[in-house]
C-alpha cells in the first residue's frame, strides 16, 4: 500500500473533499489546503511527495505556487500535477514551462487523476533509483540528484525539460522522433487522449533546452523531418 504524502490544494470544497477521498482510498497520506498561501506553507512544514495544484486559487495563485516550489532547491524535485478548468495549450505549455509533472483538467475523472498522481511518483522514484551519472561533451547529468552541470555551470530545468534531457543522453546520437520523445517525458500513462506533453510542447521544451544550456545548447540538433538528437562527437 503507499504510504507517500500527496498535498491536495484547491478552494473548491466539494473537489478538495472528492480528490482527497480517491487519495486516501489508494492508502495516500492527504494534507488538503484550501489556498495558495496554506499551500506553501504546508510545504515547507512537511515536505510533500506530490502535489495535485489547482490553479484558479484566490490570493496567490495556482501558477505562481508552482513557480515559488520550482525556484526553491528544496522543493524543486517534488512532482507536480496540476488541476484546473484552465484547459487552453497556452494554459498547458505556462504549467509544464514552469516545471509541472502533469496537467489534468476539470471536469475529471477521480481514476484518471490517481493514475496520473501514481505515474508522477513512479517518475520520481524511477528518476532517483536511476544514479549513473551521463556525460556528454561539457554536459554532466545526475538522474538521482536531478542536477545538471554545463561545464562548471549548474543548470535549473523543470521536470519535463530534465527528463527529455535524460532520454537523449542515454543514446547519444541517436535519432529520436518527436512522438518518442512525448513518451519519454510522460512515462507510462495509458490515458493516452489527455496526454500532457504534445509534439508543439516538445519544440517547446527544446528550445528552452538550448538556452538554459548555454553554449552545450547546440548538442541538441534539429534532424530535419524526423526529430531531436544530442550529438556525442
Same mark, same amino acid.
Given at each position: 500500500? @503507499? ?6 490544494? %484547491? ?9 482527497? !477521498?480517491?487519495?486516501? /482510498?489508494? +492508502? !495516500? ?8 498561501? %496554506? ?6 512544514? /512537511? ?6 495544484? %489547482? ?14 516550489? /520550482? ?27 514552469? &516545471? ?24 520520481? @522514484?524511477?528518476?532517483? %533509483? ?13 538522474? +538521482? ?41 510522460? &512515462?507510462?500513462?495509458? !490515458? ?19 538556452? /538554459?544550456?548555454?553554449?552545450? &545548447? @547546440? ?5 530535419? &523531418? ?8
Amino acid at each position: 500500500m @503507499a504510504r507517500e504524502t500527496v498535498l491536495v490544494v %484547491d478552494d473548491e470544497e466539494d473537489i478538495l473533499e472528492l480528490v482527497k !477521498y480517491n487519495l486516501a /482510498k489508494e +492508502g !495516500y497520506t492527504v494534507v488538503a489546503v484550501a489556498s495558495g498561501e %496554506d499551500a506553501l506553507a504546508a510545504s515547507r512544514t /512537511k515536505l510533500p511527495d506530490a502535489v495535485v495544484l %489547482d490553479l484558479m486559487l484566490p490570493g496567490v495563485d495556482g501558477l505562481e505556487v508552482c513557480r515559488r516550489m /520550482k525556484s526553491d532547491p528544496t522543493m524543486r524535485h517534488i512532482p507536480i500535477v496540476m488541476l484546473t478548468a484552465k484547459g487552453t495549450e497556452a494554459d498547458i505549455v505556462t504549467g509544464l514551462e514552469l &516545471g509541472a509533472s502533469d496537467y489534468v483538467t476539470k471536469p475529471f475523472s477521480p481514476r484518471v487523476l490517481t493514475a496520473r498522481v501514481k505515474a508522477a511518483l513512479r517518475r520520481d @522514484a524511477e528518476s532517483t %533509483d536511476e544514479g549513473g551519472v551521463l556525460r556528454v561533451r561539457q554536459l554532466t547529468i545526475h538522474p +538521482g540528484r536531478h542536477e545538471v552541470l554545463a561545464g562548471d555551470v549548474p543548470v535549473s530545468l523543470t521536470a519535463t525539460e530534465f527528463r527529455i534531457l535524460v532520454f537523449l543522453a542515454r543514446r547519444p546520437g541517436w535519432v529520436f522522433t518527436r512522438q518518442q520523445i512525448v513518451d519519454a517525458a510522460q &512515462g507510462d500513462d495509458v !490515458y493516452v487522449a489527455d496526454r500532457f506533453v504534445t509534439d508543439r510542447s516538445v519544440d517547446v521544451h527544446i528550445v528552452s533546452l538550448r538556452r /538554459k544550456l548555454g553554449p552545450c &545548447g @547546440a548538442y541538441i540538433e534539429t534532424v530535419r &523531418g524526423v526529430g531531436y538528437r544530442l550529438r556525442d562527437d
